[in-house]
């Protein structure tokens, strides 16, 4: 954590990416699922989906790396403790 400044470390997301995999309907209904599949010691690993109708076929895949970074230097830093903690539960739940 920063002390120079009194902030904390922020996430930036350097890596995003995204491929539409089919068609969402508008008007329609949209869910999203969110997992982790990696928690490392700056950064997370998201995988996200876009899903629309009765079925287990995402219509959208991405994955986003957010890294924890100093407030002052913007150099990677640890995952804030209350943070991790939080992750750490959704990082261990079973990959589908």
Do not use: C
């Amino acid at each position: 954590m920063s002390t120079s400044v009194g902030f904390p470390p922020w996430g930036w997301s350097p890596r995003p990416a995204a491929r539409s995999v089919r068609q969402l309907n508008f008007p329609g209904d949209v869910q999203a699922g969110l997992a982790i599949t990696k928690l490392g010691t700056s950064s997370i690993v998201y995988r996200i989906g876009l899903f629309q109708g009765d079925t287990d076929e995402p219509a959208a895949i991405g994955k986003f790396v957010h890294v924890y970074v100093d407030s002052t230097t913007r150099k990677p830093t640890p995952i804030p403790d209350e943070i991790r903690a939080a992750l750490e539960p959704l990082a261990s739940l079973p990959k589908r």
